[in-house]
């Protein structure tokens, strides 16, 4: 989003200044030359000799890797919605006078793209078709900007050999201007900060981020669309009603973890601050000479967004703060046009907080209404009984908005260690007698601290009678000289290792290493193997520069609810066997909650000529294993016998595969592995 909403203002200040500096027909052939050139990054692709590295900033390579990639095609594409409102106020067109409607019709195309691409593209095309249709309609867009342009210039034929007149260097004043950026701000800011915070409580869900996105774009759709029922006044009610729903979720009144409905709540109030935040700034949109310059705002606030929540938040707060933050600003969107901030306004707001938060529990020792949804209603009702009253007195809602938001800055968390990566929030704390390791929701880890001084016993799915450690303990196992573990977590495979195996781990996040490594939260790398290197970086491309030859590589690396998808595919499995000895056994750890990876390793299995076996391991209810976990593994290998093996044990199946076609990198559809589609099938 970041990438996108930069390269936004390049497109936007481009189409400002030739607007400005050039006539209409050479505005034309300029942009024109511009697509000529962007015709060279044709078909969209990633350089091969790309590669990650660890040691540098994961947010600076991805901005690279993006504009070499599809930069300059992207930059004259985004220069298409200014610059095709200022021609057609100039072509004498209906409407041509106030030509921002169109803005509305450019957000259907993106709306309809946002779709289309995961729902259509994705699951019919390969990435390799994908792009050669994108490049046939890179193409056709050029022979449609020349037609629009020629249509233009005939219109305005008396522009045609003559610079812009003067009223076009007319300008809005910079405090106008900084308006535009501010509220532009809001809806960027708070949509990247839904998305966070769903992908963080609930889980990254696939697709989940499209969902706010979509909102956000149909808010532009409805702001900038003629509607003449549609209006900041009458939009004040539902939108004090949002400010409400989404205080009241951030505030953790609600538990977020209890069900997918709660996440879907974000999406209207989501929907309903956009929508009151882009008609205000339609409301407040300057005559059509200026429009280039309203759209940089609205770009240079949209990026502000981005990097406020891509960049700044991750290095400044250690939890996710930046909704919190974002609300406070909706709130403030009330104030612009309402006149001075009464100190009768903050007077009122600060005495309808207490009683608020008294029962919501945030002041006081006990919370009057108890827990759960009795609490959540007592307070949705207090704070609706006081925007309603407080309704002449906007500056009050902002300050009962921040009273109960802002507490969340030093909420008192029992946490040993909690930090934020590129990757996500990493979260460390006790639990009774057992020690947690969370990404996201996602628990990577646990050790029981009355093991801390003692050689400690892996936990979790990695306990001594699951199905990793059946792989790692059998007399293959300890047999084999050389192991690597792609997934670092806390390191508790690394009990297993024997003195005279050589061990590596591969982790792409810097802070999972710090954590496994530091013996005051975990001590299983610290008492079990200390001086085994971890290889930082995508392991995909860590693995192909090695000169390593495994007996096991166990691939824990789709546990996580984001799955790396390109390190599940027909050429990533080929470079793990080419990692192998003759006999050597992959591992492949595929617990997930949304995901159901056999049948695609079944596809790649036979497409390689590998052999497979499976082993869905439960917990007894009357294990006396406390830190156990259910979990499901794949072992495959070249070598039938090594499968075989562990199939006469009787707790491996072998598994073959269904004869559809294998993942590739070219084409992998994760959605058809969701197991929801599993169950239908």
């Known amino acids: 989003m970041l990438f996108f909403q930069v390269v936004l203002i390049v497109g936007y200040i481009y189409a400002h200044l030739l607007t400005k500096l050039l006539s209409l027909r050479w505005q034309l052939v300029t942009h024109l030359v511009f697509w000529a050139t962007a015709l060279t990054f044709l078909p969209l692709s990633v350089s091969e000799s790309w590669s990650y590295d660890a040691s540098s900033s994961t947010a600076w390579q991805t901005l690279k890797l993006f504009a070499l990639g599809v930069g300059l095609p992207f930059a004259v594409l985004s220069a298409n919605a200014p610059l095709l409102q200022a021609w057609y106020a100039r072509s004498g067109g209906p409407s041509a006078d106030d030509p921002y409607f169109l803005y509305s019709a450019s957000n259907v195309g993106s709306l309809l793209a946002l779709l289309a691409f995961p729902l259509l593209a994705d699951p019919l095309l390969g990435a390799r078709e994908t792009s050669n249709i994108w490049s046939v309609g890179f193409v056709m867009f050029g022979g449609l900007l020349l037609i629009s342009g020629l249509v233009t210039v005939r219109g305005a034929n008396t522009f045609a050999a003559a610079p812009t007149s003067d009223v076009a260097y007319s300008t809005p004043k910079l405090k106008q201007i900084a308006k535009w950026v501010i509220i532009a701000f809001v809806p960027s800011s708070l949509m990247l900060s839904f998305t966070t915070k769903a992908s963080t409580d609930l889980g990254s869900i696939p697709l989940i981020w499209v969902i706010p996105l979509a909102t956000y774009l149909l808010s532009f759709i409805f702001a900038f669309a003629k509607l003449k029922s549609l209006s900041v006044r009458s939009l004040q009610m539902p939108m004090l009603m949002a400010l409400v729903l989404g205080t009241v979720l951030l505030t953790k009144i609600i538990n977020q973890h209890t069900t997918a409905f709660i996440f879907l709540l974000y999406v209207p109030v989501l929907f309903v601050i956009a929508l009151y935040a882009h008609r ?84 006081g020792t006990s919370n009057p209404f108890g827990d759960g949804t009795s609490q959540a209603v007592a307070v949705i009702s207090m704070m609706l009984a006081a925007f309603v009253l407080l309704r002449n007195q906007l ?151 090695t000169d390593y030859t495994f007996d096991i590589l166990v691939l824990d690396a789709y546990s996580s609810d984001a799955i790396p998808l390109h390190l599940i595919t027909k050429e990533a499995v080929q470079m793990y066997t080419e990692r192998l000895a003759d006999d050597g056994v992959l591992v492949f750890h595929i617990s997930n909650r949304y995901y159901e990876l056999s049948a695609p390793l079944a596809r790649i299995s036979k497409a390689l000529g590998l052999h497979m076996a499976l082993q869905e391991h439960f917990i007894p209810d009357d294990t006396e294993d406390l830190g156990a976990s259910h979990s499901i593994v794949v072992i495959v290998s070249p070598d039938e016998t090594r499968i075989d093996s562990f199939v006469e044990n009787g707790k491996w199946q072998p598994v073959l595969s269904d004869g559809r076609e294998p993942w590739t990198d070219d084409k992998a559809n994760l959605l058809s592995a969701l197991k929801w589609e599993q169950d239908k099938k």
């Open 280 to 363: 205000l700034l339609y409301e407040m949109r300057p005559p059509a000479e200026q429009l280039t310059v309203f759209y940089i705002a609205l770009s240079v606030g949209g990026a502000f967004g981005g990097l406020f929540n891509s960049i700044i938040a991750p290095l400044v707060f250690w939890q996710e703060f930046e909704a919190q933050l974002t609300m406070i600003l909706a709130g403030g969107l009330l104030l612009f046009g309402t006149g001075a901030i009464t100190p009768r306004a903050l007077a009122l707001g600060l005495l309808a907080s207490f009683p608020i938060l008294y029962s919501a529990g945030v002041i």
């Open 395 to 545: 500056a009050g809602i902002v300050v009962i908005i921040a009273a109960l938001l802002l507490p969340a800055f030093w909420d008192n968390d029992d946490s040993l260690f909690q930090d934020r990566s590129f990757f996500g929030t990493h979260r460390v704390s006790t639990l009774g007698n057992q020690r947690l390791y969370q990404n996201g929701t996602t628990l990577h880890g646990l050790q029981f601290e009355s093991e801390f001084g003692t050689r400690p016993t892996p936990q979790t799915y990695y306990y001594p009678k699951g199905p990793m450690a059946q792989v790692i303990t059998s007399e293959f196992g300890r047999q084999s000289d050389s192991i690597g573990i792609v997934g670092l977590g806390v390191g508790a495979l690394s009990c297993y290792k024997l003195p005279t195996q050589e061990w590596a781990f591969f982790e792409i996040d810097v802070m999972v290493d710090r954590v496994a490594r530091d013996p005051s939260l975990f001590t299983y790398i610290s008492e079990c193997a200390p001086d085994t290197p971890t290889h930082l970086g995508d392991a995909r491309i860590v693995l192909a520069k």
